[in-house]
């Protein structure tokens, strides 16, 4: 008896491998087929979301391209504002203040290329650049892009921050406001602004355009510093000349932001287009080559299936020469 009983569990023992054996046979030979099966449906899936994609992207493209032809007029008739008070007042990017402010004009949208990284990188050096001990330099930023970035590393910098500004068409009046808000609630000597340029629908460049006080102004023009053709012109009127260099500052900064916000807003969407182009013929290329995965994996589905019907009816004498 208690051989017996020995012999059965050793037999129960030597069953089971046979039976792990045979199971593992009959998977491995149903898995070509199913495997096939499967792999047949996640490549046409796969198919199918690339187009989606590509529907999308050619979409964006279009939208993109109908912004930018709305924008663009606006700011090429723009540049025509801030150009007279370059040559009355100069351009004086290197001068020396104490308190600086870092005008960021970015977008409140994505998908559009490096534009944006590239003015918060522009901004980190300015800021870099401008900052000691006696100096303190501040962030204004317009979008939610230069926003999302800056907050990272330089939250306690940021003085202002303003975002959805082509919510609306821009026009002058809004930007207006928008600068007279900034000056309200910043002390400044210096504003850098710093935008994007536009120059073609796959080129842009970054520029700072620099805005002095009107304190640091007659300081600088009574150190003999350039000052443009300001002091060529006699002051007629019962306004001093420091009352209207300040009319003069205001403006002048209301016509820059104006045309960087426009600009800027051109480079967002001949960006935005060049990127959805280059999507959309990554996805037709990646289209081509899912086209050919999916033709080569049906073929081998049906070769396969071919090959079963042949062994049945070869194997079960019903093939005929």
Not at 17 to 30: C, G
Not at 58 to 73: D, E, I, P
Not at 85 to 102: E, H, I, M, R, Y
């Amino acid at each position: 008896m208690a051989m017996a009983a020995v012999l059965r569990r050793e037999g129960r023992r030597l069953t089971q491998p046979i039976n792990a054996l045979h199971s593992s046979l009959i998977s491995q030979d149903q898995a070509p087929h199913g495997s096939r099966s499967v792999s047949t449906q996640v490549v046409r899936n796969r198919m199918k979301s690339v187009k989606n994609i590509q529907k999308i992207t050619k979409a964006m493209k279009m939208v993109a391209a109908s912004k930018l032809r709305a924008v663009q007029t606006r700011a090429e008739n723009s540049r025509g504002l801030w150009q007279p008070f370059t040559a009355l007042l100069g351009d004086n990017p290197s001068a020396d203040v104490k308190k600086n402010v870092v005008v960021t004009v970015s977008s409140d949208k994505g998908l559009c290329g490096g534009i944006n990284s590239t003015s918060v990188k522009i901004s980190r050096v300015l800021h870099k650049l401008n900052s000691g001990p006696d100096k303190e330099t501040k962030y204004v930023i317009l979008g939610e892009k230069a926003k999302a970035q800056l907050l990272r590393d330089s939250k306690k910098n940021i003085e202002l921050s303003l975002t959805e500004l082509q919510k609306n068409p821009l026009n002058y009046t809004q930007v207006s406001v928008l600068a007279d808000d900034i000056l309200k609630n910043v002390e400044y000597d210096a504003l850098r602004i710093v935008f994007n340029k536009f120059h073609s629908v796959v080129s842009f460049l970054p520029t700072v355009s620099t805005i002095l006080s009107p304190e640091v102004i007659e300081r600088e023009a009574e150190s003999g510093g350039k000052l443009g053709e300001l002091d060529s012109y006699e002051i007629e009127g019962g306004e001093t000349k420091s009352e209207i260099l300040q009319n003069l500052a205001e403006f002048q900064f209301s016509c820059v932001m104006y045309n960087a916000v426009l600009e800027n807003a051109c480079s967002e969407q001949g960006a935005r287009m060049s990127a959805m182009d280059s999507s959309s013929r990554n996805a037709g290329d990646m289209l081509d080559r899912l086209t050919l995965t999916y033709n080569r994996s049906l073929f081998l589905s049906l070769l396969h299936a071919c090959l079963i019907v042949f062994n049945i009816q070869f194997f079960s004498g019903k093939y005929i020469k």
